[in-house]
């Protein structure tokens, strides 16, 4: 089994009910997501940054911004009543049956457009933490 360190898992559901692909929402000129993946990439602190969806639109989206989306996410963490924690352990084991594991693990949200004013640093604690999720 390949050992990483870190994975940025940016957490993208397409089904959202109030605000209909709100994660992909035009915001100051670029889909919303794009601003937490290109925060996680630019901080050099993971090892992937990976877009948990259960929508095709979205995963392009999040590819062309650089984003991997290895896999889809099930219809039961993409339900209304799915809880953040059961998309990050589905996305773990899931990498794990792939072959892949991660030490540590930090959840960003998609509308988080603001992350991107985070410095780059400030995200070494990640790395450094004794933590296995942030």
Same mark, same amino acid.
């Given at each position: 089994?390949?050992?990483?360190? =870190?994975?940025?898992?940016?957490? &993208?559901?397409?089904? *959202? !009910?109030?605000? $209909?692909? @709100?994660?992909?929402?035009?915001?100051?000129?670029? $889909?919303?997501?794009?601003?937490?993946?290109?925060? &996680?990439?630019?901080?050099? +602190?993971? %090892?992937?940054?990976? /877009?948990?969806?259960?929508?095709?639109?979205?995963a392009?989206?999040? @590819?062309?911004?650089?984003?991997?989306? $290895?896999?889809?996410?099930? @219809?039961?963490?993409?339900? %209304?009543?799915? &809880?953040?924690?059961? +998309?990050?352990?589905e /996305?773990?084991?899931?990498?794990?049956?792939?072959?892949? =594991?991660?030490? !540590? /693990? #930090? #959840?960003?949200?998609?509308?988080?457009?603001?992350?991107?004013?985070? $410095?780059? =640093?400030?995200?070494n604690?990640?790395?450094? *933490?004794?933590?296995? *999720?942030?």
């Amino acid at each position: 089994m390949e050992r990483k360190n =870190a994975v940025a898992v940016i957490t &993208a559901r397409g089904g *959202s !009910k109030r605000i $209909p692909h @709100k994660n992909i929402k035009e915001f100051c000129g670029r $889909p919303i997501i794009e601003y937490s993946i290109e925060a &996680a990439l630019k901080s050099g +602190v993971f %090892d992937e940054v990976m /877009v948990s969806t259960d929508d095709r639109e979205i995963a392009e989206i999040a @590819k062309r911004a650089g984003a991997a989306v $290895p896999f889809y996410r099930s @219809k039961e963490a993409a339900g %209304d009543y799915a &809880a953040t924690h059961e +998309v990050i352990l589905e /996305v773990l084991e899931e990498y794990e049956k792939r072959g892949a =594991a991660f030490e !540590k /693990v #930090c #959840c960003i949200y998609p509308t988080a457009p603001f992350l991107l004013l985070c $410095p780059a =640093a400030r995200f070494n604690w990640i790395r450094n *933490s004794k933590n296995k *999720s942030l």
